[in-house]
């Protein structure tokens, strides 16, 4: 079964620092690989889809890569704002069109 | 555009009762998930559904569980004789035909006593 894990927890950090997010899966039979954020008592918001095919994403503000091979992925997020504070989670798909989920990691950037 | 709608978006119940919660996906969105997130872990799978396709209940924790999806639109996730682990936001997201991308609703917090 597909494990997913997210390091830190945890982060603060001061505002306009650049920071990267790691996550790490277990299989790397995945179809893609998706990094949402979460805030407090609402939804996750889709950021960044990343397909199996595929390196890195960019949106903004943020890149995310992605190393199939060693079960990587990591979110870059360049420039931290206030408004950045948010729980960051990243899940894989698997065959049979499951999605596997992190737990996550909470962001806190201090003004 | 209208997101995806979840409810009730808070609800409270007895140990043993039933409940039903609600999910109206994005229009013309043809695949709809179901999850669980419970304090402190990440979110569960727990069904999913694609256009007219038998639906993957391989997520379902126990036959207490249940979700239909009528008309291809909304679904309606049931858990009955509800047990105090069973407390958790229910989270619904939908996508569409040739996308991953989810669309998440707002969740359902369930509180059972």
């Keep these: 079964k597909q494990e997913v894990t997210q390091i830190p927890a945890a982060l603060s950090v ?3 620092e650049n920071l990267v997010l790691n996550c790490s899966f277990t299989d790397s039979a995945i179809y893609n690989l998706q990094w949402f954020r979460q805030d407090p008592g609402k939804g996750l918001t889709s950021l960044l889809l990343i397909q199996s095919s595929q390196r890195e994403q960019t949106s903004g503000r943020l890149n995310a890569s992605l190393d199939k091979s060693s079960g990587r992925s990591t979110l870059y997020i360049a420039a931290s704002q206030p ?3 948010a729980t960051y989670l990243c899940a894989v798909k698997v065959p049979g069109n499951q999605f ?3 737990t996550g990691t909470s962001l806190t950037v201090i003004p | 555009g209208a ?3 979840q409810s009730p978006s808070n609800k409270v119940t007895e140990k043993g009762k039933d409940v039903e919660l609600r999910c109206d996906p994005i229009s013309g969105h043809t695949a709809l998930y179901w999850y669980r997130q419970s304090l402190g872990q990440g979110l ?6 694609q256009g007219n396709s038998a639906p993957d209940k391989s997520g379902l924790p126990s ?4 979700a239909e999806r009528t008309g291809g639109s909304v679904s309606t996730l049931t858990i ?10 229910y989270l619904c997201a939908s996508a569409g035909t040739f996308t991953d991308t989810q ?3 707002p969740g359902t917090r369930l509180t059972v006593l």
């Design chain 2, 44 to 49: 569960e799978f727990l069904i999913y559904f």
């Design chain 2, 80 to 89: 009955q004789r509800t047990q105090q682990e069973d407390s958790a936001v």
């Design chain 2, 3 to 5: 997101g995806v709608s």
């Design chain 1, 83 to 85: 408004g950045d504070s």
């Design chain 1, 100 to 102: 596997y989920f992190g």
């Design chain 2, 63 to 66: 036959d207490r569980f249940s």
């Design chain 2, 103 to 105: 669309y998440f609703g």
């Design chain 1, 14 to 16: 001061p505002e306009g």
